[in-house]
């Protein structure tokens, strides 16, 4: 749990406060219990299962997927794209003061920690709740962000938080709710989402099977968010890569394709291809205001 303060959670099953109840049950872990009896064990790695009912449509990124991301990731490769994400969020951080942000789409933590990192420089008052659908990337985000509440959700379900009570919600390739996203946000908080720009990675995706971005990707970003939230400001990153063909099958294994790709084949198929060119990766990092309403 995070040192700082509790974190704003209501239950899935009734809408109930969530809070820590300590061991639960005969492996003595930590609890999330609600005053209606409802009680979500954490898992031995770390994170609580909030999934609950029909379950959901998505299909969750597997373990060897999550496993070429954390890979991938953690050798620095998309390092400049964490920093700016961590500045974005620091910028709505005053010194000493509470502050509580939501990674919806956690993943395996890694922009999260360099988040919580910054973060950490100018309050010691902060609350952080990590979201995902895959339990094999909640089991890596838990360990990396010992301090967040990581939770299995499917964010397109009402978010187990509370009304208006966080300050930033994160959004690194993940869905979005907005409606979700809205009502859990202070009135002065703030949606930062980061997406892939058209050319994102346009020299290997025809070598690996990646998919391309497609055409007016940011006005669909717009749109999806319309009423609920309007763009303040805009930020375009762009990282030049030098990797080796087992660091292109990794970073396109680590994707959506990941679930139709043969990461071993990929591998042997790019290593046979020879001299492997420069690869361009183009983000756009997109910092949204709740609209008032009128």
Not at 76 to 95: I, K, M, Q
Request: with cysteine; charged share 20%.
């Amino acid at each position: 749990m995070p040192a700082a303060s509790p974190p704003p959670l209501r239950c899935p099953l009734c809408g109930n406060r969530l809070s820590a109840a300590g061991a639960s049950g005969t492996a003595a872990r930590p609890a999330l219990a609600c005053s209606a009896g409802h009680s979500f064990d954490a898992a031995k790695q770390g994170y609580f299962n909030l999934l609950v009912g029909k379950g959901t449509v998505f299909e969750a990124d597997s373990a060897d997927m999550v496993a070429a991301r954390f890979s991938f990731l953690d050798a620095g490769h998309y390092r400049p794209l964490a920093d700016a994400v961590a500045a974005a969020v620091t910028e709505r951080v005053r010194p000493g003061e509470p502050f509580t942000v939501l990674d919806s789409g956690t993943g395996t933590g890694h922009y999260l920690r360099a988040v919580l990192d910054a973060v950490s420089r100018v309050t010691g008052e902060y609350t952080a709740v990590a979201l995902d659908i895959s339990k094999f990337a909640l089991r890596r985000a838990a360990r990396l962000n010992p301090e967040a509440v990581s939770l299995a959700f499917d964010v397109w379900q009402p978010l187990p938080l509370t009304d208006g009570s966080v300050d930033l919600v994160t959004v690194i390739f993940a869905p979005r709710n907005a409606a979700e996203f809205a009502r859990v946000l202070r009135p002065d908080g703030r949606l930062l989402v980061v997406t892939p720009r058209a050319g994102h990675l346009a020299s290997m995706a025809v070598r690996s099977g990646m998919l391309a971005i497609e055409e007016g990707k940011d006005t669909r970003l717009t749109e999806s968010l319309a009423g609920h939230f309007e763009p303040e400001s805009t930020q375009d990153i762009e990282i030049r890569l030098r990797l080796t063909p087992a660091e292109m099958a990794d970073l396109a294994f680590m994707g959506p394709a990941g679930h139709h790709l043969d990461r071993a084949a990929l591998a042997t198929e790019l290593e046979a291809l020879g001299t492997t060119p420069a690869v361009e990766a183009h983000f756009r990092l997109t910092v949204f205001r709740p609209m008032r309403p009128a």
